[in-house]
C-alpha cells in the first residue's frame, strides 16, 4: 500500500491511491447522517470520517467530488433552509455559484457524501443509500 500525497484534496490531508480511499463527509447534528453512519458501520470499516459543520470542506475536497460526480449541481442540497432564504429558487445558479455557495455554507452540501476507491455515494436517498451499503459489504 503506498501513500501518496495529493494537493487536490487540500489541506495536509495524505491519501492513499484513489482506488483505495474511503472517506464520509457527514453532519454530526443530522439525524439521518447518524443513522446512516450506523447503518454501514464507517468507523468499523475504516472510513475516515470528516464533520462538514466542524471542519470545513475544502475547494480541493469539493473540487474532487465534483471530479467524481460531473457537477458541482449533483452535490448541492436545495432542502437546506437558506436555500429559500437567500431565494435561491428563483435564480438561475451557474456551476461556479453551486460551488461557491457550498463552500461557504456547509448545508448546501447534500449529505452525506462517501468517496469509496472510485465510487461517490451522495446523498441520502434509499437507492443511494442501499447502494453504499452493498458497495461497503
Known sequence: M???KKPVLGGNDILLKNEEMKKGYYLSTCDTCRLILDQVD???KGIALQDIKSEKITPGQIDEMKGRTGSYESL????AIKYKALNLKDRKLTEADYRR???EEYTFLKRPVFILGKKIFVGNDKKTVEALKKSIG
Open 76 to 79: 448541492f442540497s436545495r432542502r
Open 101 to 103: 455557495l457550498i463552500l
Open 42 to 44: 464507517a468507523k468499523a
Open 2 to 4: 503506498k501513500l501518496v
